[in-house]
């Protein structure tokens, strides 16, 4: 197992110095169980001095771009099947997990706790 998972911050939302909040892509190969994991710890290495972050995982850029839109052609399924895993860091709130959410099939929903 690779000890990166790579990623590509596909969209800011916010990007203060206290608030991070990103979409990323993954490539939809890595989006199993053991490799969300990784990339859960990977993200909370990376982001460990952030004060509130909030990402949103997809494996997909057509559902990345659907998040938070009010579209007639908006693809509820399509949506739910690439939104994989999303992470959150708040110290105000002491408020730090990574959820992973794929098809039971695949593994089901996973929350991780971390410590702050």
């Known amino acids: 197992m690779p000890e990166n ?3 590509e911050i596909y969209r800011r939302l916010d990007d203060t110095e206290k608030t991070k ?3 990323i892509v993954i490539n939809s190969d ?3 169980m053991e490799n969300l994991k990784l990339l859960g710890e990977n993200l909370k290495k990376e982001y460990m001095s952030t ?3 909030n990402i949103f995982v997809y494996d997909d850029k057509l559902a990345a771009d659907m998040f938070r839109e009010d ?3 908006f693809m509820p399924n399509f949506y739910d099947n690439h939104f ?3 992470y959150c860091r708040n110290i105000y709130s002491k408020h730090h997990e990574f959820y992973i959410h ?3 099939e695949e593994g089901g929903e996973l929350k991780i706790a971390y410590s702050i």
């Open 84 to 86: 994989v895993a999303s």
């Open 30 to 32: 890595i989006g199993r």
């Open 102 to 104: 794929l098809p039971k």
């Open 5 to 7: 998972i790579e990623y």
């Open 21 to 23: 909040t990103y979409i």
């Open 51 to 53: 004060t509130i972050t």
């Open 71 to 73: 579209d007639e052609n």
